[in-house]
């Protein structure tokens, strides 16, 4: 969805759930303790966030991401770190 809607020059997905085992967001669709995928950090890159500010952005990635997860209530993400950039931010804050 992230690659569709930005077109990123990098993207970078982790899944940071098995960190937060026994945390209330961490339970899995069960809800027996199973950490579920809910917890995630993304770096994206793309020439599609300059003229944006901050908050238009996560407003743009949260929007993009809208359909792929539940509820939090059954199981859904619970937490998204996100590290948005153009390109030109990204060469200056990674030193590449």
Known sequence: MLTVAFAPEVLRVTDDSAHHAGHVGARGSAGQGAVGQTHYSVL????????????????????????EFGAVESGGMHALALTLRTPEEHRTLSGQ
Do not use: D, I, T
């Open 44 to 67: 994206l890159v793309s020439e599609g966030f300059r003229g944006m500010s901050r908050v238009a952005r996560s407003r743009a990635v949260h929007k993009a991401l809208a359909g």
